[in-house]
């Protein structure tokens, strides 16, 4: 079973910190020789072309960063662009003279596309991994990696990637940031001593992420020049609202709010540095507190029990910012890691040790070599696509973690339940 083979010591995880050093200060370091699909020679001189799908918002961030690439003299280009609303991508389109498709499963059958960005509402990203995968494509795709009601399709992905010879790097682009890779270090040498409970989360004022989405045509309507059957997907069958479509982060059938939308850069580096497989127990609790035009929480709290005696806590709340997202770039509040021996968290730009009670430890601290870079993380993943290193900053059996673990807790909470975990057949039950 593939949840069995994920041990403390996963060798998806063991990319060393000489490999993510290596390379990360100069853009050109992304003209490292690859392959292509085909198995053919990605030289130097070779362009790596990528298509996004989803034209939105976040995908405007990565086309930022992708011409930004090129600009410095990486050797990409955006050569294709897909969304199901039409006016959205023709923006792309000629902004970036791109080809432009309705149907991504068009946009995959293009030769000219190598890498392909996933920038979806979250209940059509795992599907379109998939398929990108088998057509050929290395994968960057958002958070999350699929919608919180998806376990199955996240468990299916999971499978896709491992078979595959596919580079596949999941939205975290806070674990870009060295702090986290010191901090597994550290752990990993017994600094702390046994790891026995971490703390995470995510505080800010304002649900400005789902009703602040920009509604690019109040007056659209289903048609020629909009989707909306391509929009829903597998979610509930529904008759078109100018809201749910543009602003669909509001909206449980197609988002889950801070559990699935903004935990994942919190749990992320927190599973990575403590190194646990799949979880054993996940409780949660929240709900709308303060925010009410929406259907997805707005507070959401989640316990999470692993089988190597460690508790994770993931907190977060919308409508109070204290102690903030004042930490690490996107990652939320600064996580907390508890051992026997000491606790690790960060305070500036230091890296903190604070020893135990009856420890004979002295307390330390220690310099973070480098901060979250968006376009940094994006450098290093076209850098592994060149190089066909499928260690990435962020790969799809971490991603696998971290997402069963949220699944959970918003699966447990609607049903007022406690979640458990069974390894022996991978399933989430209630």
Request: charged letters at 25%.
């Amino acid at each position: 079973m593939l949840a069995n083979q994920q041990s403390r010591n996963n060798s998806d995880d063991a990319f060393t910190r000489r490999q993510f050093i290596r390379g990360a200060s100069a853009a050109a370091a992304v003209t490292l020789a690859g392959v292509s699909a085909t198995g053919s020679a990605w030289g130097a001189n070779e362009r790596i072309g990528v298509g996004f799908i989803g034209c939105g918002g976040r995908s405007n961030a990565h086309l930022k960063a992708v011409h930004y690439l090129k600009s410095q003299g990486a050797n990409v280009d955006i050569v294709a662009a897909c969304d199901a609303f039409r006016p959205r991508m023709q923006k792309v389109v000629e902004g970036y003279k791109a080809k432009g498709y309705s149907d991504y499963r068009e946009l995959l059958a293009d030769p000219n596309v190598n890498v392909v960005c996933i920038a979806t509402p979250d209940h059509h990203h795992g599907y379109q991994a998939i398929d990108a995968i088998r057509a050929g494509k290395d994968v960057y795709c958002e958070k999350p990696v699929t919608h919180w009601r998806q376990f199955e399709l996240t468990k299916r992905l999971a499978a896709e990637v491992q078979k595959s010879d596919r580079v596949f790097q999941l939205g975290t682009q806070g674990m870009y940031d060295s702090a986290w890779w010191q901090m597994r270090k550290l752990i990993q040498d017994g600094l702390i001593g046994q790891p026995v409970h971490a703390e995470c989360g995510y505080f800010r004022v304002g649900d400005w992420g789902e009703r602040g989405m920009r509604i690019d045509d109040p007056n659209a309507k289903p048609g020629s020049d909009l989707n909306w059957e391509a929009f829903l997907g597998d979610a509930p069958k529904r008759p078109f609202d100018v809201s749910r479509y543009f602003r669909w982060r509001m909206y449980e059938d197609y988002a889950g709010g801070p559990s699935t939308d903004l935990f994942p850069h919190s749990l992320t580096p927190v599973l990575f540095m403590l190194g646990v497989g799949m979880p054993g127990t996940v409780v949660a609790t929240g709900g709308m507190f303060r925010y009410q035009e929406r259907d997805i929480p707005d507070t959401f709290n989640t316990l999470i029990d692993y089988p190597e005696k460690i508790t994770v806590a993931v907190l977060g709340t919308q409508a109070n910012d204290y102690p903030g997202a004042g930490g690490r770039g996107s990652g939320g509040r600064i996580p907390v890691i508890r051992g026997w021996e000491g606790t690790l968290t960060i305070e500036k730009d230091e890296i903190v040790f604070v020893p135990a009670q009856g420890s004979k430890k002295k307390p330390q601290r220690f310099a973070i070599e480098h901060g979250e870079d968006f376009t940094g993380y994006w450098q290093k993943f076209l850098e592994c696509c060149r190089s066909r290193e499928r260690q990435t900053l962020s790969t799809m059996a971490l991603g696998y973690r971290v997402q069963t673990a949220l699944q959970m807790g918003m699966l447990g909470l609607r049903a007022g339940k406690t979640a458990r975990f069974d390894p022996d057949v991978e399933r989430i039950l209630l």
